[in-house]
């Protein structure tokens, strides 16, 4: 590369670009750590009568840990026990895969307690994101 290389900003970010900062960060982890063992993890709600997709858990193993990106359980079949059972489900996936423990991020409007009760702590937090309310970072240990 004779030429510095220069920074480009797309107007309308895609997949592909997307893939090409994973892919360099990918080799370079690999480099430096590893194989990370990376693994999609995916559980799917579905609603009884019409099949439909309404919820659940998505997430991927990486370096003997599950980060759980998303988790939505439609409001009908909250404290049902669904989220629980996804979540501990998830956990087992993660055991089974060698997994030292999970970590995942909420707002406090959404789910902390959940994730206490359950056996998480909170190792970080963002304070006014968004604004007036926060960001914390949970994990929890096997």
């Known amino acids: 590369m004779s030429a510095k290389p220069r920074i ?22 690999d480099k430096a750590a590893g194989p990370s063992g990376f693994r999609q993890v995916c559980l799917l709600i579905e609603d009884p009568d019409t099949g439909n997709k309404i919820g659940g858990l998505w997430g991927r193993i990486v370096y003997d ?20 059972d996804i979540l501990t489900r998830a956990e087992q996936i993660a055991r089974d895969h060698g997994c030292i423990g999970v970590w995942l991020d909420t707002y406090s409007f959404q789910a902390p307690d959940f994730y206490k009760k359950r056996g998480y702590e909170a190792f970080g937090a963002i304070d006014n994101h968004p604004r007036g309310a926060r960001r914390v970072f949970f994990k929890k240990t096997f």
Do not use: M
């Not at 480009?8 to 982890?29: C, E």
């Open 8 to 29: 480009v900003v797309p107007d309308t970010p895609s997949d592909h670009h997307r893939a090409a900062v994973l892919n360099a960060l990918i080799a370079y982890n």
């Open 65 to 84: 840990w599950l980060f759980v990106e998303l988790f939505a359980v439609p409001d009908t079949s909250r404290h049902t026990g669904l989220g629980t």
